[in-house]
């Protein structure tokens, strides 16, 4: 008896509804708080000359065979040959990265992340731009790195203090010139056959940060003048240096990189020096092969890791590794620091480009989820108010720590490649005052940062829901699963968000250091800043922070170290937000601006200008973008 009722077809593995897939555009233009940096900090012509460049980067990044080769670094994983033992039981330090790990670091030497900033061209072109430019290049290619700008970013700290040494001399023989000027070739190659990273070995079982207590040692132990020195590399005729080395080494990323940045004990009562030293050295009985081994290091075992897992993170035990000093003996902390200021913010910036990566993720399923609107009506996700509030407000927050960042960037390319910056929005600090300025801003931005881009990129997880939780290697450019986890060491390597919020603290409050660092801050609040309500209450601000850090002893304020570090951030970024909605106006940017003013307590709540959808859209997906899905009434 036919009922007139028409049956539903019920849904299959293979049949019903599938979602649409989100389709993920080339960020470098997709990405609204990219496009408004490099507008605020690349003079116009120079970002004219760069854009082509960087644009196709923004597209190769995204390509389905760098794709693959991220699936393919996360599925099969660095491991130690035998587990570490030959097949009769002897030690043998094996370690064996896969293919996707290898050709990510290849794209990577050869797009020249780290040697961008170093060779000769750029630096004469881009002067003290270069540093925003490489850091522009980094923010596009670190969601799609798989953790290889990892050691990328030791590779141009070491590169760094490298540098600084060749560039004036410190006393150095012929001999170790060469070495040092040798390693720096190879750290600054685009030559995969050729080019370095590099290790950065500071963490012993004693501590993290804190590196009071090392407990490697080592000895000047020069090769007896009746014959040479063994060899580093047979082929270049580098010899291994004069100091022997030996320790433990609780925690060493970059474990499979040519050479490492190290500290150790030349002595009692002695501080800590710094050390640069091959991985490998060449085995003279293999003659002619060229066979090389480690050089005094064994492996102890691989890190296993909650993320960055494709990563060869290590325990090594160091006995008689042959290296070179860097600078004086007892002042490591000085060298490292050169290295620190570098890997901060690279890391900061692997902060922000997850983020970046996760907003244009929920961005495009925006554009393809459709939700139900009651009464058996369905809308596009990016018609839902609430959930467009939400992705408006965390890109309130994304641009604010983007301004941060490259604020620093900016202070850090004037400190290598001085140059007075005449007109537009931001003016170059007095050159007495540039390095007081990065001195503070070098912890206090990945502080910051590092801590606060967690939740926001586990919130861009969460607004896809469960898919979002899902480890979608078979999406790769849509695993938001992978890049929370690797997002959340962004608060822990190179110092916890407490050890440098102890720092911020500790050099603003030095009686010498910290006066010229408050004067910086004084200068480049009170000079960039206008007159107005809003301003006055900026300055305020300060002025209530500032007392606080002149009149307090530092013992008393070390509880509050975060808080303090935190609330200098939050006013620096309000500084940099005002300078960014005059440089560049519009209801967009006006309307961030007032949101994080408001959120931060700079203006009363309440008082800003209420937002609508279409003002959301905009801020979320730009002005000409958020204009057309305004417009966009189609139903899904």
Known sequence: MNSGIVAMEPSSASTGFFQQMPVLENQFYDDVSLQRIAKLFLPSPLLDQVQPEIAQLGQDVLSQQVLDWITDAERNQPYLRGNGRDAFGRPKSQLVVTEGWRELQKFGFEKGFVAHNYEHPNREILGPYSRLVQFI????????????????????????????????????SPTQRRVLQNAYNHLTSRDPAKAWTSGQWMTERTGGSDVSQTETVAVYDPYPTSRSAPLACQEENIPLGPWSISGFKWFSSATDSQMTILLAKTGPGKGLSAFMAPMRRYIPSSSPSGETELNGVTIIRLKQKFGTQPLPTAELELNNMRGWLIGEESKGIQEISTILNITRVHTTVSSLGYLGRGLAVAKAFCLVRGIGA??????????????????????????????????????????????????????????RLVQPLLRVLSSLHKAYVCEHTVPAVFACMEALGGVGYLINAESEHINLARIFRDACVGAIWEGTTDVLSSDTLRVLKHPVAGRE????????????????????????????????????NQEDLLPEARQLTFRVAEILMAVLFVVDARANPGRDVEAMCRSYLGKKGF?????EEKRGLDLDLAIVYGRDKGLQLVGNKSKL
């Open 374 to 431: 009651g009464k058996g009506k369905r809308i596009p996700l990016y018609r839902n108010p609430l959930h467009i509030r939400t992705l408006a407000n965390l890109t309130v927050d994304y641009h604010a720590m983007m301004l941060l960042t490259f604020y620093t960037l900016f202070v850090l390319g004037l400190d290598e490649s001085f140059a007075e910056r005449g007109g537009g929005p931001l003016r170059s600090p007095p050159k």
């Open 603 to 607: 203006v009363v709540v309440g008082t």
């Open 137 to 172: 290049r980094c923010h596009l290619w670190e969601a799609s790195c798989a953790s290889t700008l990892c050691p990328a970013a030791m590779q141009d700290g070491a590169a760094r203090l490298l540098q600084r040494h060749l560039l004036t001399g410190d006393n150095m």
């Open 517 to 552: 660092s408050i004067d910086a801050l004084d200068w480049f609040i009170n000079d960039t800043l206008q007159t107005g309500d809003i301003e006055a209450k900026i300055r305020e601000e300060w002025k209530l922070v500032k007392e606080r850090l002149v009149g307090e």
